[in-house]
């Protein structure tokens, strides 16, 4: 499943950094213009972080394939951090969406609202079936 979701996530960043505009204002305010700016900054960032993401699939499935310690630690402390920005991520922005905090500046509610109810929450269970995986690869290689 972590694969699936890293895949997934790394398309969908792809197809944005190469130029595809159709859902771009789900991700609304600083992400946004990055993926609109066309520069070779903002490119040679998205094609980073596809990496980033491809990597991590690489990783899910290596662990299925050949897990070992070091893998499964990669992949708990990974997961946990993937799960943890997350989770931060849905906690800030709930709070915002429903006016317990009241940030300085401009809200993109549109943006923000699919970044609490979807973008963010794909990273808590990609981290929670990362962290998941390598668990289970660090039973199985112990078993």
Known sequence: M???LAFASAAVTLYWTLGGTAGLDTLGGRFE???RDRSAG???LGATVVAAKLAAA???LALLRRPSRVLSTIALVGGA???LYGAVLVAAGALVLTGIIDPS???DEYGLRWHVLF???WFLVWG????LGGRHARRMRIA
């Open 2 to 4: 972590a694969a699936a």
């Open 33 to 35: 213009e990055l993926a």
């Open 42 to 44: 903002s490119i040679a």
């Open 58 to 60: 690489a990783l899910a």
């Open 81 to 83: 951090l993937l799960a």
């Open 105 to 107: 500046g401009p809200v």
């Open 119 to 121: 973008w963010d929450p």
């Open 128 to 131: 929670v079936a990362l962290g």
